[in-house]
């Protein structure tokens, strides 16, 4: 199995096409003050897993030092791919985090109480003008 994650600013998903547009894809975000609510959308792709198997998958947001900072609802996922197609799923998740300092984030997927990818999220505090 693999998983990737993808954090962006926007996604909009095209139920009909099946299809996901992605806004700027983030590596850091710029917050005016602290405390301050970040809105994160994120992509998670899961690709080769058993077709007729469902996965347990969430999200935690860990600190520097390693402390949770947020979680997600664990969602029960399953393969609706074509019989033609890898077995996967793509989920869109739209985070809201309290931002109480400054520095790198993770963002981690657990599938199955498994780590399985992680994505970095510098937050810096602007310089006031």
């Not at 077995?87 to 657990?110: H, M, T, W, Y």
């Amino acid at each position: 199995m693999i998983a990737q994650i993808i954090i962006c600013d926007h996604i909009q998903n095209d139920k009909q096409a099946k299809i996901h547009t992605l806004g700027t894809i983030l590596n850091h975000v710029h917050i005016p003050v602290l405390p301050f609510v970040v809105k994160l959308y994120v992509l998670v792709k899961i690709s080769d897993f058993p077709s007729r198997e469902s996965l347990d998958m969430q999200l935690r947001i860990y600190d520097e030092q390693e402390k949770i900072i947020g979680t997600t609802s664990r969602l029960v996922l399953r393969n609706y791919r074509d019989l033609d197609m890898i077995p996967g799923v793509d989920a869109q998740l739209e985070l809201s985090l309290v931002i109480v300092q400054s520095g790198n984030i993770r963002i981690k997927c657990f599938i199955d109480e498994e780590e399985v990818t992680w994505y970095p999220l510098m937050i810096r505090l602007a310089e006031a003008s």
